[in-house]
């Protein structure tokens, strides 16, 4: 039913379903349309099922008006997840009619090397750097013709936005993608965001998200930053240390003997015991005089014990052979220990000496003889050490194994700008993360004694992200503050020693503002009784105004300060279920592309295997390697929750943009208003009507277009009549953004490239000293030829030549010209070609 009627006429507007798709059929373009090549397919497979699975036919179509009905899969390029689809008709247009759900069903932007994201593996959360993360997945499979390389994953989820809340969001793909523009976003809390031009940021206007891309953006704007991103903890009790050093053999068990000796009397004898382990006659007696056993030796002996019996052998110890410091084979992750690392994260370091009179330190640094007197106390009960030396300003701890498990187990780092939250603590009950972050607070921390506020300051820009990701649990937003200072008198004197000049180290302070403040002293807090008090009489007495950053609920909208272009870069990019990631702290849209493949159902199922997709660039695009059988309306990208579904628009909207008001201060039905009810699918209306569909433009003059000489001509005389357009920026643009880049790239493939055989296809990557192929003795080509090269060099030059561009574009442009012919040499012909394009 359509307004309400039966549908009886075939002249009838019916409304086109989310998943219904009418296809391009243009008889005036220079390419078939979608139904003869899918005509053309539906008949091979046909034959493939008969002929060569012996099956029977699928389609039996015997005009392309046969297909109507028929399932496709549409694909766009980078994601290799298809969306399903239900062919309804063909248009005489060079485009595919579809509902705004479906279109939106397949997008991307990217995010630079150094965005940091929180990924969950199934297991354990961890906040990495994507560009790290995906070089270190080595995405191989180019997925277009921009060299875009692309990896499937399974099992990884990030945090993002759905269904009103932020929660989990599975990852489908992360793609590596070629050299580009990228912006920086400085924000007023002090965070930065580097991604492509056209990646998406939300926008929060009453209770509602919309997008807007980075290059819409300018100063003053709002981003939204969310306050708590919490999830269920997983509890770890213990670290078992023979389990990370099960291979070394290096490592030895302790404290033990009068177990084995209880175990040789059941036996009988030594000899017995070392018979049955196949030992030689004097290796158990040694390890018993020494109560020093292998690990391997222990891993033999277990058997011999009872399930029940085993916890005999709990009270072990492990050290390294030679060594007499013995570690219990168990770390507790009780409040204690936690909190010893969350110190060391603070004001901690690692050292070692590998040579023969070497040496493995753990260093934690404090004045406070309350935190000194705890730190002790804690690494005696629970590791078995004692200081070996003891500083007014320091505690050091030597033992190769704790060393290790600081460093290589848990990752902590050993210097401040390698430091990081153990991956772990995570993933931990909030409880125990308290327990680590009270550590690093009592050692790094302060307290404002005149305003409500608690800082930090670190060097390390892997802990300024681990630790918003931490406080963000408890619902705790931090603002960032980036300071330059010289180091303290200690430092400073070791520099003056060593007759070196003093550096200047910059550093980054984290502040929990006022309103926040409240919320880290109830779940947090500090151990240290002066800090502690200082921070509950100020909550108690201060008034505080509130933070200056502007708030809504549970997020923090901080202005943007400043949007700074950078030098292109390689980008990534990570497609995801939803719409929303949380990328540097800020909610972002998740990655995009535009354009779309279609193939029918059955060719995509019946000629799928990865062993035999072509290798050559832009194969694996049309491959889908996932599929989704079903649009979920509040998933897919959110640019289609902002069309319109009224019949009309009123007088009122009229007049709102004759004041020039913003569109969020007038209100019209949006998609977005009805998602999650009945007609998110349904009843979205349209405002023009119009008795053809074909009656517009039907495929684009670029297309029409035979050669790249009138395309430009075309575009330069339509930029010189739009009063609105800068005809020598749209000349500046062709160049930069096209011609010179093309010139450059093929010019480097010339000097790259193989030699063909025309006749048996050999590929050499010199020529042969006989000429000639030494296969077959055919004639060798090259496979990239000048005209390649150089079929923009002229247009570049007579733009150059008409209109204004800046000086550097010239530059690079007769840069270019001239490494062009220093290949091929001068073309006088061609020479007194330039200009002739546009000076007419």
């Known amino acids: 039913m359509v307004n309400g009627k039966e549908i009886t006429d075939v002249n009838q507007v019916v409304e086109i379903k989310p998943q219904d798709v009418i296809l391009p059929s243009c008889y005036g373009s220079s390419?078939?349309?979608?139904d003869k090549v899918l005509f053309r397919t539906s008949k091979f497979i046909d034959e493939l099922l008969v002929k060569f699975y012996k099956k029977k036919s699928f389609y039996n179509a015997e005009t392309s008006e046969d297909l109507i009905g028929h399932l496709i899969i549409a694909l766009a390029p980078h994601i290799s997840a298809g969306i399903t689809g239900r062919i309804i008709g063909f248009s005489k247009t060079q485009a595919v009619y579809g509902h705004p759900l479906f279109h939106c069903a397949v997008r991307r932007d990217c995010f630079a090397y150094d965005t940091f994201i929180p990924i969950f593996d199934g297991n354990t959360w961890k906040n990495i750097k994507i560009g790290e993360f995906v070089e270190k997945l080595n995405p191989d499979k180019i997925v277009d013709a921009y060299g875009t390389k692309a990896k499937k994953v399974e099992n990884f989820w990030t945090l993002g936005y759905k269904n009103g809340k932020i929660t989990n969001v599975k990852i489908n793909e992360f793609t590596?993608?070629?050299?580009?523009?990228?912006?920086?976003?400085?924000?007023?809390?002090?965070?930065?965001?580097?991604?492509?031009?056209?990646?998406?940021?939300?926008?929060?206007?009453?209770?509602?998200?919309?997008?807007?891309?980075?290059?819409?953006?300018?100063?003053?704007?709002?981003?939204?930053?969310?306050?708590?991103?919490?999830?269920?903890?997983?509890?770890?009790?213990?670290?078992?240390?023979?389990?990370?050093?099960?291979d070394r053999s290096d490592i030895v068990v302790r404290g033990i003997t009068s177990k084995i000796k209880l175990l040789i009397k059941n036996i009988g004898s030594i000899a017995n015991l070392g018979r049955i382990l196949k030992l030689h006659a004097s290796t158990l007696p040694n390890?018993?005089?020494?109560?020093?056993?292998?690990?391997?030796?222990?891993?033999?002996?277990?058997?011999?014990?009872?399930?029940?019996?085993?916890?005999?052998?709990?009270?072990?110890?492990?050290?390294?052979?030679?060594?007499?410091?013995?570690?219990?084979?168990?770390?507790?992750?009780?409040?204690?220990?936690?909190?010893?690392?969350?110190?060391?994260v603070a004001e901690g370091y690692c050292r070692k000496?590998?040579?023969?009179?070497?040496?493995?330190?753990?260093?934690?640094?404090?004045?406070?003889?309350?935190?000194?007197?705890?730190?002790?106390?804690?690494?005696?009960?629970?590791?078995?050490?004692?200081?070996?030396?003891?500083?007014?300003?320091?505690?050091?701890?030597?033992?190769?194994?704790?060393?290790?498990?600081?460093?290589?187990?848990?990752?902590?780092?050993?210097?401040?700008?390698?430091?990081?939250?153990?991956?772990?603590?995570?993933?931990?009950?909030?409880?125990k993360l308290a327990s680590f972050l009270r550590g690093y607070f009592d050692g790094d921390g302060s307290v404002d004694k005149?305003?409500?506020?608690?800082?930090?300051?670190?060097?390390?820009?892997?802990?300024?992200?681990?630790?918003?990701?931490?406080?963000?649990?408890?619902?705790?937003?931090?603002?960032?503050?980036?300071?330059?200072?010289?180091?303290g008198k200690a430092v400073s004197e070791f520099y003056i020693r060593k007759k070196k000049e003093i550096p200047v180290f910059t550093a980054t302070k984290l502040l929990i503002l006022s309103d926040y403040c409240n919320a880290f002293y109830e779940n947090i807090g500090f151990s240290l009784r002066k800090k502690q008090n200082i921070l509950k009489n100020n909550i108690e007495k201060i008034r505080s105004k509130g933070m200056k950053i502007s708030k809504h609920k549970d997020f923090v909208l901080p202005k943007i300060k400043s949007i700074e272009i950078l030098n292109e870069q390689?980008?990534?990019?990570?497609?995801?279920?939803g719409n929303i990631v949380i990328a540097n702290g800020i909610m972002t849209g998740q990655c995009d592309g535009d354009e779309l493949a279609i193939m029918l159902a059955m060719d995509a199922f019946l000629n799928f295997s990865k062993k035999y997709l072509p290798a050559h660039r832009g194969s694996t695009q049309d491959a889908c390697l996932v599929l989704s059988s079903k649009i979920i309306a509040g998933e897919v990208d959110d640019m289609a929750f902002d069309v319109d579904i009224v019949d009309k628009y009123p007088l009122e909207f009229?007049?709102?943009?004759?004041?020039?008001?913003?569109?969020?201060?007038?209100?019209?039905?949006?998609?977005?208003?009805v998602l999650g009810k009945e007609e998110e699918y349904y009843n979205h209306k349209f405002t023009h009507p119009t008795s053809d569909i074909n009656s517009g433009v039907l495929y684009s003059a670029y297309k029409s277009i035979p050669n790249m000489e009138e395309k430009v001509i075309g575009q330069i005389k339509l930029a010189e009549?739009?009063?609105?357009?800068?005809?020598?920026?749209?000349?500046?643009?062709?160049?930069?953004?096209?011609?010179?880049?093309?010139?450059?790239?093929?010019?480097?493939?010339?000097?790259?490239?193989?030699?063909?055989?025309?006749?048996?296809?050999?590929?050499?990557?010199?020529?042969?000293?006989?000429?000639?192929?030494?296969?077959?003795?055919?004639?060798?080509?090259?496979?990239?030829?000048?005209?390649?090269v150089v079929k923009y060099l002229e247009p570049s030059l007579s733009l150059a030549a008409k209109y204004e561009l800046p000086a550097y574009l010239k530059q690079s442009l007769d840069l270019t010209k001239m490494m062009i012919e220093s290949v091929f040499g001068k073309d006088k012909d061609r020479q007194t070609g330039l200009g002739s394009w546009f000076s007419k």
């Open 31 to 34: 390419e078939d349309g979608c």
């Open 176 to 246: 590596k993608h070629q050299k580009s523009k990228i912006l920086r976003f400085h924000l007023e809390d002090g965070r930065l965001l580097d991604v492509t031009e056209n990646h998406k940021f939300c926008i929060l206007n009453k209770d509602k998200f919309f997008k807007k891309k980075a290059n819409e953006l300018k100063e003053g704007d709002y981003l939204v930053v969310p306050s708590e991103s919490d999830f269920e903890g997983k509890n770890i009790e213990y670290i078992n240390l023979e389990e990370y050093f099960y």
């Open 287 to 344: 390890y018993i005089f020494r109560d020093s056993y292998p690990l391997t030796f222990l891993h033999m002996l277990f058997p011999f014990f009872d399930k029940t019996d085993i916890s005999i052998l709990d009270d072990r110890y492990i050290a390294v052979k030679r060594d007499n410091v013995n570690i219990p084979y168990k770390i507790p992750l009780n409040d204690d220990v936690l909190y010893l690392i969350g110190l060391y």
């Open 353 to 431: 000496n590998t040579s023969k009179k070497g040496f493995y330190q753990v260093s934690i640094s404090s004045s406070e003889e309350e935190l000194k007197e705890k730190v002790k106390n804690i690494m005696k009960k629970y590791f078995n050490l004692s200081p070996s030396e003891e500083h007014e300003d320091h505690l050091t701890f030597s033992s190769r194994i704790v060393y290790e498990s600081f460093v290589n187990l848990l990752k902590t780092g050993s210097d401040a700008y390698g430091k990081r939250i153990p991956v772990l603590f995570f993933n931990l009950p909030k409880a």
């Open 450 to 487: 005149n305003e409500l506020r608690v800082s930090c300051d670190t060097v390390s820009e892997g802990l300024l992200a681990d630790l918003e990701f931490a406080l963000r649990r408890f619902g705790i937003f931090v603002k960032r503050y980036k300071y330059s200072k010289k180091p």
């Open 570 to 577: 390689v980008s990534y990019c990570l497609n995801v279920d």
């Open 654 to 673: 009229y007049k709102a943009c004759e004041e020039w008001k913003m569109p969020w201060e007038f209100k019209i039905k949006q998609i977005k208003d």
């Open 721 to 788: 009549k739009i009063r609105a357009v800068d005809e020598n920026d749209v000349a500046r643009l062709i160049i930069d953004r096209h011609f010179i880049r093309d010139l450059r790239g093929n010019l480097r493939k010339f000097g790259m490239q193989e030699i063909r055989c025309v006749d048996c296809n050999s590929k050499y990557r010199r020529v042969p000293l006989s000429g000639i192929c030494s296969k077959c003795n055919g004639k060798l080509i090259f496979t990239v030829s000048e005209g390649s």
